[in-house]
């Protein structure tokens, strides 16, 4: 089998084709962290997460690496701290809280 570089065989792309997946890949990243950024802006280490939602730190890293962290995930985290969690939904003439 011959080595074929990536250059070699990846698709042509447009210029706008490339922009689309650069703002698809931020996009994914942005889902990906959103566990780990509320962690982290709560000053929370992966260890002191796994005490709260009584699970492995092992699991805590599981859970931050999914692209869509469960919502009572989230929930819990943010009760445990002293929050409360919201959903809105915005739409041009109105804004509805959908319930938890």
């Known amino acids: 089998m011959t080595d074929i570089k990536y250059s ?4 042509k792309l447009t210029l706008e084709e490339e922009r689309e ?3 698809g ?3 994914l990243k942005n889902r990906i962290s959103l566990l ?3 962690r982290e802006q709560l000053g929370l280490s992966q260890l002191e997460l796994s005490d709260i939602l009584e699970t492995t730190q092992s699991n805590v ?3 931050e690496a999914k692209a869509d962290p469960r919502l009572s995930v989230i929930r819990k ?3 445990h ?3 409360r969690l919201k959903i809105v939904a915005e739409f041009p003439d109105k804004e509805l809280e959908l319930p938890l």
């Open 25 to 27: 890949v931020i996009a």
């Open 21 to 23: 997946v650069a703002a």
């Open 81 to 83: 701290q002293g929050g």
């Open 77 to 79: 985290l943010v009760e």
């Open 8 to 11: 070699e065989w990846r698709p």
């Open 61 to 63: 890293s599981k859970m």
């Open 36 to 38: 780990k950024d509320l």
